[in-house]
């Protein structure tokens, strides 16, 4: 066994500080809306001229409801970088990507949650989603999040 004041015991408790330090700032955040880090966040890809793939990936501490209006946040914020006033949610899914901690109710859930949209000009469709005025209802409701 190491001495507490030896180079291999102080190697020891340099190594288990490093990792306490790395791993609790992680510990307890929930994921940001942001572009997919470690911790989650949001992707897209473009399918077609008007048509995406948007993601969201939440981690432990990011509740469904959470990570699904993140989704949508992030879908009315990529409608408004490409130039459209609205978009239409052609298909959603939500996947619970949880590990067996976290199903067996040692640690909170993780969740996926996927859109495919379709940008348009057009409001009068029946399905369009106002993306100004969606992403000014979710800056209401995380104004730390998703500023003002």
């Known amino acids: ?4 004041w030896s180079a291999e015991g102080g190697l ?16 307890g955040c929930a994921t940001a ?7 989650g966040g949001y992707t897209d890809f473009r399918l077609a001229d008007n048509t995406y793939r948007i993601r969201f990936k939440g981690n432990n501490y990011t509740s469904r409801d959470k990570v699904e209006l993140f989704l949508l946040y ?3 914020e990529l409608t408004e ?5 609205h ?3 052609l298909s959603e899914d939500t996947l619970d990507i949880s590990d067996p901690f976290a199903q067996a109710g ?12 379709q940008v348009v000009d057009d409001r009068a469709h029946p399905a369009a989603y106002d993306a100004k005025e ?8 995380y104004p730390n999040e998703l500023g003002s």
Request: one cysteine or more; a positive charge.
């Open 134 to 141: 969606l992403m000014r209802e979710l800056q209401a409701q």
């Open 74 to 76: 992030r879908c009315a």
């Open 1 to 4: 066994m190491p001495h507490y």
């Open 12 to 27: 020891a408790r340099l190594v288990r500080t490093g990792l306490v330090a790395v791993l609790i700032p992680l510990a």
């Open 87 to 89: 978009f239409v949610l």
């Open 81 to 85: 970088q490409l130039g459209y006033d």
């Open 106 to 117: 040692v640690f909170p859930r993780n969740y996926y949650a996927t859109a495919l949209i």
């Open 33 to 39: 809306y942001q572009p997919e880090k470690v911790t």
